[in-house]
Nanobody
Framework: QVQLVESGGGLVQAGGSLRLSCAAS????????MGWFRQAPGKERDAVSA????????YYADSVKGRFTISRDNAKNTVYLQINSLKPEDTAVYYC???????????????????WGQGTQVTVSS
């Protein structure tokens, strides 16, 4: 089963940018759809974005559309989340996760994801 490690988080001022990376181990990365979730202190985990195994389709939460971009490089076994125009409300631990399949009505359902990374902290100051 694939293993995931996130990186790229940090402290940034509002309006700044970050690129999060999720590196996968194993030889079957290209068969997995990938998602990004985030969890702020005291709140539940929320879906942020997802991408199909081939990269042909992407999905975004309304709160991040136009600011976040998900992409993947299957040759490097890595999925990315480019975050622009950061807001204080983006502060959270960001997790990547893998699933066997997803679509327009299921990408945000956390229980469909079978493998999770350890998370990376994103903190946005005012």
């Amino acid at each position: 089963q694939v293993q995931l490690v996130e990186s790229g988080g940090g402290l940034v001022q509002a309006g700044g940018s970050l690129r999060l990376s999720c590196a996968a181990s194993g030889r079957t990365f290209s068969s997995y759809a990938m998602g990004w979730f985030r969890q702020a202190p005291g709140k539940e985990r929320d879906a942020v974005s997802a991408i199909t195994s081939s990269g042909g389709s992407t999905y975004y939460a309304d709160s991040v559309k136009g600011r976040f971009t998900i992409s993947r490089d299957n040759a490097k076994n890595t999925v990315y989340l480019q975050i622009n125009s950061l807001k204080p409300e983006d502060t959270a631990v960001y997790y990547c996760a893998a699933t066997t399949s997803l679509g327009p009505s299921s990408w945000y359902q956390y229980w469909r994801y079978i493998t999770w990374g350890q998370g990376t902290q994103v903190t946005v100051s005012s």
